[in-house]
C-alpha cells in the first residue's frame, strides 16, 4: 500500500430478512430479504469483472445453517472464497444504542463465531446496523434521539469500540457527526464530506463515512477527492438495493466502479480493505 495514494474503502452491508424484519425505516418490517441473496451473485460478478473486492458486513445469524431468507452459510463463505472480506454487521442486526452491556457483549460475540466458523478465517471488522450509535461526546457528536430512546446506559461509540476490542476485533467502521459538521450542513443544505484519516477509539481502528449511501452525486464527487487526497474515503451500499430505485441502483454502480477501476489501474488511488488496512498499521 502507497501511503501517499488515498484509499477507497468499499463496504457492503449485507442485511438479509434479519434486517428487513428490524426496519427502522417508514412502515416497520420490510420483505426486501431475499434480495440480498439474489442480487450478491449479480455483485460478486459485477465485482470480479471491474477487478474490485470489497468488504461484507454480514448479519451473523444468516451463517448459521439454514434456509434464504434468513441464512445462506454457503453464500457468504463463496463471498470470502472470491476475495472479499467477511465484516460482522451484529448478530440479528440489532439497533446497538438500545444495547444493555451483556447484550451487547453477546451480539458482537455470536456474529464473531458464527461468521469465523463459515468462513473458517478470523473476521475482526465490525459494522454497526443503522451506522449507529452516533453519540460520541468527545468528538462533539451528541444524539438526543439515542439518549432518549435507549434511556441512560445507550450504547455509545466508546462504549461500543471497547466492547469490540475486548471480544477481538480491531476494526469499525463509524458515522458519528460532530456538532459544528451538522450546524454547517444545516446552513448550506447538504453534506460537507472530506477524505479522512483512520482515527483510533478505545483500541479500535475507525473508518468513518464520508459519503452518503450508494453511488450517486456525492459519492462520485468523494471519489474524486479521494484521487487528491491521502486519505480514506469509506463508501456503502446495501445487495439488495441494487436492484431498486435510488442512489445503489446497478445503473449507478457500474459507472462507479468503472471509475474505480480506471482510478486504481492508472494508480491514482488505492482500493484497500479494513483487514489490509489493521496489517499495515501493524507494521
Ligand atoms: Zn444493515
Same mark, same amino acid.
Do not use: E
Given at each position: 500500500m502507497h501511503e501517499n495514494l488515498g484509499t477507497l474503502l468499499m463496504f457492503w452491508d449485507y442485511d438479509t430478512q434479519w434486517g428487513a424484519d428490524r426496519s427502522?425505516?417508514?412502515?416497520? @418490517?420490510?420483505?426486501?430479504?431475499?434480495l440480498d441473496f439474489s442480487n450478491t451473485e449479480r455483485l460478486l460478478d459485477l465485482l470480479a469483472a471491474h477487478n474490485l473486492t470489497a468488504c461484507f458486513a454480514v448479519?451473523?445469524?444468516?451463517?448459521?445453517p439454514g434456509v434464504r431468507p434468513y441464512h445462506d452459510p454457503k453464500q457468504i463463505k463463496r463471498i470470502f472464497d472470491s476475495g472479499h472480506e467477511i465484516a460482522s454487521h451484529s448478530f440479528k442486526h440489532e439497533w446497538l444504542p438500545g444495547l444493555e452491556g451483556s447484550a451487547l457483549i453477546e451480539t458482537v460475540r455470536l456474529s464473531k463465531d458464527a461468521l469465523e466458523q463459515c468462513i473458517g478465517a478470523p473476521v475482526t471488522c465490525f459494522v454497526p446496523p443503522y451506522n449507529? @450509535?452516533?453519540?460520541?461526546a468527545r468528538r462533539g457528536s451528541f444524539s438526543l434521539s439515542e439518549r432518549y430512546q435507549a434511556g441512560r446506559k445507550h450504547t455509545t461509540v466508546s462504549v461500543l469500540c471497547r466492547t469490540l476490542y475486548e471480544t477481538g476485533y480491531r476494526f469499525c467502521r463509524v458515522a458519528y457527526r460532530g456538532w459544528p459538521l451538522r450546524a454547517a450542513e444545516a446552513i448550506i443544505g447538504r453534506r460537507l464530506d472530506r477524505p479522512l484519516p483512520l482515527e483510533k477509539i478505545e483500541g479500535i481502528w475507525c473508518a468513518r463515512l464520508n459519503? @452518503?449511501?450508494?453511488?450517486g452525486r456525492d459519492t462520485q464527487s468523494m471519489l474524486r477527492a479521494c484521487s487528491d487526497s491521502s486519505n480514506i474515503v469509506t463508501v456503502y451500499g446495501h445487495p439488495?438495493?441494487?436492484?431498486?430505485?435510488?442512489?445503489?441502483?446497478v445503473r449507478l454502480l457500474e459507472p462507479f466502479l468503472e471509475q474505480v477501476n480506471h482510478l486504481r489501474t492508472s494508480n491514482r488511488i488505492q482500493v484497500s480493505r479494513p483487514e489490509a488496512i489493521v496489517r499495515q498499521v501493524r507494521q
Open positions: 427502522r425505516s417508514n412502515g416497520g @418490517p420490510k420483505t426486501w430479504g431475499h448479519v451473523g445469524a444468516a451463517a448459521l449507529q @450509535p452516533f453519540d460520541y459519503a @452518503p449511501c450508494g453511488f439488495h438495493s441494487i436492484t431498486l430505485q435510488g442512489a445503489q441502483n
